[in-house]
């Protein structure tokens, strides 16, 4: 626990710092002071900070203080501090401008946060408590967060710690197991059981395919004997193919693009070719990053996966890193598999692909 005036009431970090305003908790009784604690805790336990990703900072601050505020009014010996984001009275929704969330205690927040995001008007006035720097959308950066006395986490770091926590909450979950309450049990659960979102498989991947060893630059780490040392691989080819059918919506495809948008931010050195198809191949080419907002996609009719796969034999004689398809399954699949890795990105969720691997793109909004 660590204080800090420069903030506007309290905030946890990935470390497990919780940063407080003495001026603001001493504004606070006993019983909101405990529910503080509760609130910024089940933070942590619930990974709300490692699964933001790239989301708007701000709105999926909003989303967990829901999820995790939910679990906190039902308990007598605690409350939460004024102006705490909570549900409808005596319900289990949430009203916001644009819209309302119902269900909450059975929706996650990828669910509830793909439901702001599409209709909240405008943001209400509240304080982030998840601190997580970096540049994302209304987040600090990193320098903000060093102005106001809060050491960042870098992204290195992050991943390690996150995995502590997780083993860290997974082995009190076995431990506490029917001594909790019901709503953090079911939460922890959907964790430990949850897919993971098909963009970290892609990091993962590609974090692993951006160094290669080579013996023209020796490692460091051991010399004087001759170790082969890492560097940077460049140009990895990566096919995107976007189903364009007319099955397929015009959020499916623009939401196809963004996540593509994302990718290529983080790992710039990648080739990528992006096709459009339904039955047949369109304005197959290589792009840049700056290419994708003006991303012109045809199709709209019946839906051929096999024209995909016979122009990437063709063009690139099935030299590539791996195809990332994004549709909803409903057409031809080729009768043999490729020789290169394929990822099925889809929100069909009942339906097995003959090859390759299916993720929920539903599991990453």
Same mark, same amino acid.
């Given at each position: 626990?660590?204080?800090?005036?420069?903030?506007?009431?309290?905030?946890?970090?990935?470390?497990?710092?919780?940063? &407080?305003?003495?001026?603001?908790?001493?504004?606070?009784?006993?019983?909101?002071?405990?529910?503080?604690?509760?609130?910024?805790?089940?933070?942590?336990?619930?990974?709300?900070?490692?699964?933001?990703?790239?989301?708007?900072?701000?709105?999926?601050?909003? =989303?967990?203080?829901?999820?995790?505020? !939910?679990?906190?009014? @039902?308990?007598?010996? !605690?409350?939460?501090?004024?102006?705490?984001?909570?549900?409808?009275?005596?319900?289990?929704?949430?009203?916001?401008?644009?819209?309302?969330?119902?269900? /909450?205690?059975?929706?996650? #927040?990828?669910?509830? &946060?793909?439901?702001?995001?599409?209709?909240?008007?405008?943001?209400?006035?509240?304080?982030?408590?998840?601190?997580?720097?970096?540049?994302?959308?209304?987040?600090?950066?990193?320098?903000?967060?060093?102005?106001?006395?809060?050491?960042?986490?870098?992204?290195?770091?992050?991943?390690?710690?996150?995995?502590?926590?997780?083993? $860290?909450?997974?082995?009190?979950?076995?431990?506490?197991?029917?001594?909790?309450?019901?709503?953090?049990?079911?939460?922890?659960?959907?964790?430990?059981?949850?897919?993971?979102?098909?963009?970290?498989?892609?990091?993962?991947?590609?974090?692993?395919?951006?160094?290669? @060893?080579?013996?023209?630059?020796? %490692?460091? $780490?051991?010399?004087?004997?001759?170790?082969?040392?890492?560097?940077?691989?460049?140009?990895?080819?990566? /096919? #995107?193919?976007?189903?364009?059918?007319?099955?397929?919506?015009?959020?499916?495809?623009?939401?196809? =693009?963004?996540?593509?948008?994302?990718?290529?931010?983080?790992?710039?050195?990648?080739?990528?070719?992006?096709?459009?198809?339904?039955?047949? =191949? &369109?304005?197959?080419?290589? =792009?840049?990053?700056?290419?994708?907002?003006?991303?012109?996609?045809?199709?709209?009719?019946?839906?051929?996966?096999? *024209?995909?796969?016979?122009?990437?034999?063709?063009? @690139?004689?099935?030299? !590539?890193? %791996?195809?990332?398809?994004?549709?909803?399954?409903?057409?031809?699949?080729? %009768?043999?598999?490729? *020789? &290169?890795?394929?990822?099925? !990105?889809?929100?069909?969720?009942?339906?097995?692909?003959?090859?390759? $691997?299916?993720?929920?793109?539903?599991?990453?909004?």
């Amino acid at each position: 626990m660590i204080e800090n005036k420069q903030i506007p009431s309290a905030g946890i970090n990935l470390k497990g710092n919780l940063y &407080y305003n003495p001026e603001w908790c001493d504004k606070l009784n006993d019983k909101q002071l405990r529910g503080l604690l509760c609130h910024e805790i089940l933070h942590l336990a619930l990974q709300h900070i490692p699964r933001c990703a790239e989301r708007n900072q701000l709105l999926w601050n909003i =989303v967990c203080d829901l999820k995790v505020n !939910i679990e906190i009014e @039902h308990d007598s010996d !605690i409350q939460l501090p004024p102006k705490a984001i909570v549900p409808d009275q005596y319900g289990d929704s949430y009203s916001f401008s644009g819209g309302k969330i119902t269900n /909450v205690s059975e929706k996650s #927040a990828e669910n509830c &946060y793909t439901i702001i995001r599409k209709l909240m008007k405008k943001p209400p006035e509240s304080h982030k408590d998840l601190i997580i720097g970096g540049p994302g959308s209304d987040g600090k950066s990193d320098k903000d967060l060093e102005k106001i006395g809060i050491k960042p986490v870098n992204a290195k770091e992050a991943g390690v710690l996150a995995r502590g926590w997780q083993s $860290r909450v997974y082995s009190a979950s076995q431990t506490a197991k029917g001594d909790m309450p019901a709503g953090v049990a079911r939460e922890l659960f959907k964790l430990e059981h949850s897919e993971i979102a098909w963009n970290q498989i892609m990091k993962q991947r590609l974090r692993k395919l951006s160094v290669k @060893h080579t013996w023209k630059k020796p %490692s460091k $780490r051991y010399l004087p004997f001759y170790f082969p040392g890492r560097a940077k691989n460049e140009g990895i080819k990566i /096919v #995107a193919a976007i189903d364009t059918s007319g099955s397929m919506s015009q959020e499916d495809i623009s939401k196809a =693009v963004s996540e593509l948008y994302g990718l290529m931010r983080t790992f710039q050195f990648l080739e990528l070719w992006i096709t459009d198809c339904d039955a047949e =191949v &369109y304005n197959a080419k290589k =792009v840049r990053q700056t290419d994708l907002a003006s991303l012109l996609l045809k199709g709209g009719g019946g839906t051929d996966f096999r *024209p995909v796969f016979n122009w990437i034999k063709k063009e @690139h004689r099935d030299d !590539i890193d %791996s195809l990332c398809f994004f549709t909803d399954l409903y057409g031809d699949f080729p %009768s043999k598999k490729p *020789p &290169y890795e394929t990822f099925w !990105i889809t929100d069909t969720q009942d339906y097995k692909v003959p090859f390759g $691997r299916k993720l929920l793109l539903g599991q990453n909004n």
